[in-house]
């Protein structure tokens, strides 16, 4: 397959995201023309076209897995095969853009890989990755994660990359330090941050870090000291600032959102969030 120079990939494994991912597209079109594929699992073929009416969307089957969370886990670590491009920037799909953003592009001119920190980046002090009451890092690395106390967590829902040996090479290490995570679900809660941090480690891809602006968690925001305007905004549908609903409103999404209350199930109330 003859991969194209650049574009976008979203991930949708089941219906609870899917009004975060129509507006997710209308956000990126609005600012972007370049083609936006989807790695996409447990969705009814019937709503392909609700997808797809954004323009050059690509429709990617994921990794299947009957829990739709886990399924995004196994999808992000597919990222690399999957992607249709030379050049990815991946984005959840319960994210905003706020305003073009040309320059991450051109940023992977010089590096392997695009990254955002996320809003407690110390793996020492992230106890977001346990499901226990234990000391952080002793745990994460008790169970054969690589990690020390330098180690820094980073945000999964911004990453950049480009084709290369190095970064094929993280995401095989990505792939094989998650899957301790899922072996220790005793003590680990099925997020793919410790993976994440662990390939890091070992790899030591050519990275970039790049300012919050790039992955904004509205929910977290009195953690940030920004003092420049928000590029991307990462905040789910229903609890979205009403800048960012207003933004991607059109009659198509307001007609949408009139029938997903009918049709889709409340993503706030996903069962899954909590297995």
């Not at 079109?29 to 009416?53: C, G, N, T």
């Not at 407690?120 to 008790?142: F, Y």
């Not at 290369?164 to 793919?192: C, G, H, P």
């Not at 030591?204 to 905004?233: A, R």
Request: net charge positive; with cysteine; proline share 6%.
């Amino acid at each position: 397959m003859k991969l194209e120079k650049q574009g976008f990939i979203t991930i949708l494994t089941g219906l609870y995201s899917f009004q975060d991912c129509i507006h997710f597209l209308a956000s990126v079109r609005k600012f972007h023309e370049e083609p936006i594929a989807i790695l996409i699992d447990r969705v009814p073929q019937i709503f392909y076209p609700l997808l797809k009416a954004a323009g050059n969307v690509k429709l990617i089957p994921a990794p299947a897995s009957e829990n739709p969370v886990l399924a995004s886990r196994l999808a992000k670590l597919a990222l690399y095969e999957k992607t249709p491009f030379e050049k990815t920037i991946y984005l959840d799909c319960d994210i905003c853009l706020l305003t073009k953003i040309d320059e991450v592009f051109d940023f992977l001119d010089e590096a392997d890989f695009l990254v955002t920190e996320d809003v407690q980046p110390s793996i020492v002090k992230a106890s977001n990755l346990l499901r226990v009451k234990q000391e952080i890092l002793p745990t994460l690395q008790s169970v054969g994660l690589p990690l020390n106390e330098n180690s820094v967590q980073y945000n999964g829902g911004f990453l950049g990359f480009k084709k290369s040996a190095k970064t094929k090479e993280f995401f095989q290490k990505w792939e094989m330090y998650f899957e301790i995570v899922r072996k220790n679900q005793d003590v680990l809660l099925l997020k793919d941050q410790g993976a994440f941090a662990a390939a890091i480690e070992t790899v030591k891809p050519q990275m970039k870090i790049l300012s919050p602006i790039y992955n904004y968690l509205d929910k977290w925001k009195s953690n940030y000291d920004i003092n420049e305007p928000i590029k991307v905004l990462h905040s789910t549908y229903p609890y979205r600032p009403q800048y960012a609903k207003d933004l991607t409103r059109s009659l198509y999404t307001r007609i949408f959102d009139r029938l997903a209350k009918v049709f889709l199930p409340n993503q706030t109330k996903n069962p899954w969030r909590v297995k």
